[in-house]
């Protein structure tokens, strides 16, 4: 189905049905803050339309008050590189990415929290954002996530989503039970909590697959779309130590050290979609199978501290996109940007509060 795939991973050994549920709960927290940060707010959910600025309120709330950082994803690192187009995608879209030569990128890893300060085994989540930007000035930015499948698929269940993992005012953490709850009451979910029951902190960022999850559209020069949703598979990373070392910040330094040795490369995939494949859904998955399109190399060069390196003032909102390159009917995609926006506006203002850091 791939051209070529990451390397091969120790076998990960099933949780206990205990253990699952006490996962289940524990991720609640973590998934209600990743959600949080996709809130999309058009009026349907509350009478008194909750506005973004009253959602990113709640974040602040729930995570503290961390000045001049995101409200979400606050913990991370930046990344310059390029791509590498293979030309295999230059027939289905005409987004000069896909043609002859190289993009630069800059991009960013982080920890889907609020907190700046979380340890890096706390979730087992990692993201990925990239921001390309052509050499006619147009851009493409997309933020990938570790996992394979998003919980959910509707704005008003992401708000449910949200409430089942509020924190106790008494003890400040989930309610036990509401999450599991939740998820008994949203069938929907099945393909998260699949992935849930293993999934555990990587030791390095390098070594991860990042998945768009939600779908999108090429479109070529003759006007024909094709739906896709695209990823990232590691090259060459060694996974050697999978599990992750007792530090609060060994991310950040596996990351600087491997990138002292040589560049870190991902071969980017399109998943093209066929006939019946839900655009508009980002819980269900596509069958497998579906054609994969090695679209080119993503190269990473060199990290940089995020406090002051290229990707402080990047909004990787994902709408942000180049000709050739369309968003889909998944709705998801206008929470996201929405909530990217007033974010971006209110950490923006704060830059000079945040703290100077001299290393990557």
């Known amino acids: 189905m791939v051209d070529q795939l990451p390397p091969a991973r120790p076998a990960k050994t099933p949780l206990s049905p205990a253990s699952v549920m006490l996962r289940l709960a524990g991720i609640g927290g973590v998934v209600a803050v990743i959600l949080g940060g996709f809130y999309y707010v058009n009026g349907t959910l509350d009478s008194q339309r909750l506005r973004p600025k009253s959602f ?11 000045p001049g950082y995101r409200r979400n994803h606050a913990k991370g690192m930046c990344v310059v590189g390029y791509f590498q187009s293979s030309g295999d995608a230059h027939a289905l879209s005409t987004a000069q990415v896909f043609g002859a030569g190289r993009t630069p990128v800059v991009g960013r890893f982080a920890l889907p929290s609020g907190n700046p300060y979380a340890p890096d085994s706390s979730v087992p989540i990692r993201s990925f954002a990239l921001r ?8 493409w930015r997309t933020g990938m996530n570790s996992m394979p ?11 449910q989503m949200l409430q089942a993992g509020a924190p106790d005012p008494a003890t400040g953490k989930p309610v036990p039970g509401a999450m599991p709850v939740f998820f008994a009451a949203h069938p929907e979910t ?51 130590g999978a599990t992750a070392p007792n530090d609060a910040d060994y991310l950040e330094q596996d990351l600087a050290k491997r990138l002292a040795a040589g560049p870190l490369k991902w071969q980017l995939n399109l998943t ?15 069958p497998a199978g579906r054609k994969v399109v090695n679209a080119g190399t993503l190269v990473l ?36 940007s929405a909530a990217y926006a007033s974010s971006y506006v209110r950490r923006t203002s704060e830059v000079d509060q945040l703290p100077q850091e001299s290393r990557p």
């Open 56 to 66: 990113i309120n709640a974040l602040e709330h729930n995570n503290g008050v961390h």
């Open 132 to 139: 390309f930007t052509q050499a006619n000035g147009q851009q």
């Open 149 to 159: 499948v998003f919980p959910v698929g509707t704005p008003e269940a992401f708000y």
């Open 190 to 240: 099945a393909a998260f909590l699949q992935w849930v029951k293993t999934a555990k902190p990587s030791a390095s960022y390098a070594t991860e697959s990042y998945n768009g999850i939600n779908a999108f559209y090429l479109v070529n020069a003759a006007g024909q779309r094709q739906a896709v949703r695209w990823g990232v598979i590691p090259l060459g990373q060694d996974a050697a």
């Open 272 to 286: 093209l979609a066929e006939a019946g494949d839900p655009t508009a859904d980002a819980s269900k998955t596509w």
């Open 301 to 336: 060069e060199k990290a940089e501290a995020q406090n002051t390196g290229e990707c402080r003032d990047i909004n990787y909102d994902p709408l942000i996109l180049p000709s050739g390159i369309e968003g889909s009917d998944d709705p998801l995609l206008a929470a996201r």
